[in-house]
C-alpha cells in the first residue's frame, strides 16, 4: 500500500475521536489483519488508549506551553496550533515514515484549532501529495437529537471537507445512545427534513436552518451516513467500507 492509507479522525471535542481511532485500530488488525499505526496530533491529551507511532506530544504539549509560556489553556492550545502549522513539514516526514496498511490520526480535542486554522488544511495538503487520505468527521449525537441540530452538525462536516480538501465521511457515534431518532430519512429526504426543522419553530435560527438544508441538498446530494460505536465495536465494517469508497476518483461519498 505504499505510504498507507490515512484517516483523519475528525469532530467537536467529545464526540470520541480518540475512542474510534482505538476501536477502528483494532478491528482493522483483527478483522482484516491490516498493519495499523496510531498517530496523536492532539497536544491536550493526557492519556491515549493506543501507543501512539507518532505522538505530537514528543514536540510540545498544552500542558509545558501554559507552563513556559504563561499562557491559560485556551491560549494554550492555540499556541499548540501555531506550532503545528510551523512544523507541519516535520510532522508529515514523521508520519511517512511510519510504515503501515492504515495509519490513523487522531486530531485536537479542540477541532476548530485544527480545521479553522492553517495548521490542518497544510497537513492534510501534505499528505494528500505523498499519500491516499481521508478524513471522517464524526458526530455526536447529542448535537443530533434535533433536526436543526442535526443540520448543523452535517453542515460542519462539508465545511471541514471543504476546508481540508480530502474526501470526507460523516459518522454518527455512540450509536448505542440513539433511540428512536429517524436520521436516515432525514438525511437522505430532503423535504422532510426541511418540514422537521421548521415544526421545532426557533423564529431566526430556523431561516439559518433552512439555508443549511439547502447547503447540504447542493453539496452532498444525499448523505450516507454510518452508525458507529466505539464502546461496543458496532458499524466498524461499515466504516472500513465507506472510508475505502471514499477514495473514488468521482468523490460521490453516497
Avoid at 514523521?94 to 486554522?117: C, H, S, W, Y
Avoid at 468527521?137 to 465545511?159: E, K, N, R
Avoid at 448523505?223 to 467500507?241: F, H, I, N, Q, W
Wanted: hydrophobic share 45%.
Amino acid at each position: 500500500m505504499g505510504m498507507g492509507l490515512c484517516v483523519m479522525m475528525l469532530g467537536t471535542a467529545g464526540s470520541g475521536k480518540t475512542s474510534l481511532c482505538a476501536t477502528f485500530g483494532k478491528w482493522l488488525e483483527s478483522d482484516i489483519k491490516a498493519k495499523v499505526a496510531y498517530i496523536n496530533l492532539d497536544a491536550g491529551c493526557a492519556f491515549t488508549p493506543y501507543k501512539p507511532h507518532f505522538d505530537i506530544r514528543e514536540m510540545f504539549t498544552v500542558e509545558e506551553l501554559m507552563r513556559k509560556e504563561k499562557l491559560g489553556p485556551n491560549g494554550a492550545m492555540i499556541r499548540a496550533a501555531e506550532l503545528m502549522e510551523k512544523n507541519a513539514g516535520k510532522i508529515v516526514n514523521k508520519i511517512e515514515k511510519v510504515n503501515a496498511d492504515f495509519k490513523l490520526i487522531d486530531t485536537p480535542g479542540q477541532m476548530e484549532i485544527f480545521v479553522f486554522r492553517p495548521a490542518g488544511p497544510q497537513i492534510a495538503e501534505a499528505l494528500k501529495e505523498k499519500a491516499a487520505a481521508v478524513a471522517v468527521y464524526i458526530i455526536d449525537p447529542s448535537l443530533a437529537l434535533t433536526s436543526t441540530g442535526l443540520t448543523v452538525a452535517v453542515s460542519l462536516s462539508i465545511a471541514t471537507q471543504l476546508r481540508l480538501g480530502i474526501p470526507t465521511t460523516t459518522v454518527l457515534n455512540k450509536a448505542d445512545e440513539v433511540r428512536g431518532a429517524n436520521i436516515d430519512r432525514l438525511l437522505t429526504d430532503f423535504s422532510y427534513l426541511r418540514s422537521k426543522v421548521v415544526k421545532e419553530k426557533l423564529g431566526a435560527m430556523t431561516d439559518l436552518a433552512l439555508h443549511y438544508v439547502e447547503a447540504i441538498r447542493t453539496l452532498s446530494k444525499a448523505t450516507r451516513l454510518v452508525k458507529v460505536s466505539a464502546k461496543t465495536c458496532y458499524g466498524m465494517e461499515p466504516l472500513y467500507d465507506i472510508v475505502n469508497e471514499s477514495l473514488c476518483v468521482c468523490g460521490d461519498l453516497t
